[in-house]
C-alpha cells in the first residue's frame, strides 16, 4: 500500500465528522425489511473502490444483490447472519488473477485487503445512515452457488446492509471498553 | 398433555421453515471447522432461537412458555470465554427446562401418565 498522490489531508470539520463516523460506526445485526435504494448501494460500491489495496492491484470484486429470494438463500447458508439485510455485498477475491500476480493460494495478503473493503464499506454505509454488518460465518461453497459465482471468484466475506431497526441479539461480549492504551505498546515503553 | 393429542401432533413448521434450519445446520457444520471452538455452542443457540421463533406461533401452550421463558433468557450470542462456569450454569437450567417440558409431554409421573 502506498503511493500517495499529495492530495491535501482532510482537515477541520471535514476530519471531525471521518473521525465521528469512525467512532459513532456499530455492527448492525437488526435492520427493517424495507429496501435500501440503488444510488444508496452505489455510493455505497463507490466507497469501496477507494480502499487501500496492495500494490494498487485492486484483486477484489463486489457482487451484490437486493433481491429478497437470493438474500433469503444467502441466510440460510450463512449461520453468522443473524440480520435479515435488505441488500448484501459480498467481498470476493480474484483468485485467478491473484495468481497471475504470483499470490499463492491463502497469501495474507489478500485477506488484508479484503479487510480494507470491508472498513471503508462499513464506514460508507455508516455515513449514508445505512446500518452494516460483516458475516464471515458462511458456507463459501453454498454462496458461490446461490451468488453463481464464476471459478476463481472466491466468496471472502458478506456485508449486510439495511435499515437500522431497534433490539437484536445482545453483543457477544458486554463489559469495559477497551481504550487505545488498552491495544497500544510504546517502543520503548513510555512512563 | 402427551404426545397423543390431536394438538401435540400439529405441525409447526412448514417446508420452507425447515428448509431454512436445515441450509444453517449443514453449513454450519462447515463453517465450524474453521471457527473458534467457543462459537460450537453459540451457533446451536442461535440454531435453537431460530427454531423457536418458528414454532412458537403454532406450539402448544407448554412448548410456548418453554420457548417464551427459559430459552428467551438465553441470550443466542452468549460465549463462555467470559464466566465459564455462569454460562455452564445457565445451560444445565436451560436443559433441566427443557427436560422438564419433555417429562410433561410424554413421561409417565408417580400418578401415571401425565
Known sequence: MGGGTGRAPVTGDDGEAVLAAIRTRRVVRSMRPEPVDRPVLEA?????????????????????????????VLRAVSPGMLQHPAA??????DRALAAGYGFPPGAPGLFVDVGTATATILLAAHALGIGAGPVTSFSHAAVSVV?????????????????????????MRGGRRLSWRDLTTWVPPQD | MDGSTEESQAWVLDENEALELLGYLITAARTQVDEAAEYGPLRLLTVAHRLADRIVPRASAGTARFVTGPLAQVPELAVPRDGRAEYVARLDELCRAVAGLLSDRWAAGPDGPR
Open chain 1, 44 to 72: 455505497v460500491l463507490d466507497a469501496a473502490r477507494w480502499a487501500p489495496t496492495a500494490g494498487n492491484r485492486h484483486l477484489q470484486r463486489f457482487v451484490v444483490t437486493d433481491d429478497p429470494g437470493v438474500l433469503r
Open chain 1, 88 to 93: 448484501a455485498i459480498v467481498v470476493c477475491t
Open chain 1, 147 to 171: 451468488l453463481g459465482l464464476p471459478e476463481g471468484l472466491e466468496p471472502e466475506l458478506i456485508v449486510c446492509l439495511g435499515h437500522p431497526a431497534p433490539g437484536g441479539p445482545a453483543p
